[in-house]
């Protein structure tokens, strides 16, 4: 095929798979990139959509993603970056997201690992727990500034989506580190805890993220002008194994603390999937989170 006859043809390029060691946490982290559909010789530049639990969620989504951008009224042209962990196995993170999304005052729980294939661990005599900080700053000094210096990235145009712990990762880091992000997709993030813990731990009506919510708003927190989209299954409140964390009630009480205190550039967009379970959303909450986030699709009409 000659060239001109590829002209104003739309391709893709292979997804991408980056090693990046971390000063900030001692961890070798796997990053897919998967860059937009775009025409030879393009120029453009888009904006940049950050996932968590990459080996889980990335294969899924990037072919969401996909449909989505497809035709623009449901969203524009997007980077997809997924961070994960060097293994091919979907439950490689399963214990090392215990380290990388929780923080002070996390309800603590067993890091003993199960017994399942290909899940990785921390390194004996470094931490397990507690290590959102170290995180984000990895996010902020290492991953985010390659990727803007490796592809055709908006610089400041960034999305973020987690799901379950995930999610509490990014309301964290909207309540402590907010310029990290200006668009974020909270899927189901826990927020509260009641009930006995792994560990043996006991804890009453615990609302440990939400306590950081209420700090940022007593201490006159500014967002910048963020965008937040939260979602919950409207079945996750009743599931055995997660009737602890409360998912769907406390879910009501955040998003119900965001919406009515007046916080300077934030907006606090909130849905409730019906029938949906916690294993069952997040791809939803993912789709319906980047039409929210963006404007597009039946949130253009809002």
């Not at 968590?52 to 997809?80: M, V, Y």
């Not at 017994?115 to 727990?129: M, R």
């Not at 995180?135 to 990235?153: C, M, V």
């Not at 769907?248 to 205190?261: E, G, I, M, P, Q």
Request: charged fraction near 20%.
């Amino acid at each position: 095929m000659t060239d001109s006859a590829c002209e104003g043809q739309e391709y893709f390029s292979a997804v991408e798979t980056l090693l990046i060691d971390s000063q900030f946490v001692h961890q070798t982290f796997k990053v897919q990139v998967m860059l937009p559909a775009r025409k030879r010789g393009e120029s453009a530049r888009f904006p940049v959509v950050y996932l968590t639990d990459g080996n889980f969620a990335f294969d899924a989504l990037k072919g969401i993603a996909n449909s989505l951008q497809t035709l623009e009224r449901n969203a524009p042209r997007f980077i997809l970056v997924g961070i994960g962990y060097p293994s091919d196995s979907p439950k490689a993170g399963v214990m090392l997201r215990c380290r990388d999304f929780t923080f002070p005052g996390y309800p603590r729980f067993s890091t003993s690992p199960p017994s399942i294939e290909g899940v990785l661990v921390a390194e004996k005599g470094t931490k397990e727990f507690d290590g959102a900080d170290d995180f984000q700053q990895f996010l902020d000094q290492e991953l985010i500034p390659l990727i803007d210096e490796k592809y055709d990235s908006i610089a400041g145009d960034r999305t973020y989506f987690g799901h379950s712990a995930g999610g509490g990762f990014g309301l964290y880091t909207l309540f402590t580190r907010s310029e990290l992000f200006n668009r974020y997709i909270i899927s189901s993030a826990a927020t509260t805890y009641h009930g006995r813990t792994s560990t043996g731990d006991q804890y009453e009506q615990y609302d440990f993220l939400i306590r950081v919510a209420r700090r940022f708003l007593e201490s006159g927190g500014c967002a910048g002008d963020a965008t937040v989209y939260l979602s919950v299954g409207s079945e996750e409140e009743f599931e055995p194994g997660l009737q602890e964390w409360q998912l769907t009630s406390s879910f009501y009480r955040l998003a119900a603390l965001l919406t009515v205190k007046s916080i300077p550039g934030l907006k606090v967009i909130s849905e409730v999937l019906p029938g949906e379970t916690h294993m069952t959303v997040w791809p939803i909450a993912f789709m319906h989170g980047i039409q929210a986030v963006f404007g597009t699709g039946r949130w253009s009409r809002r």
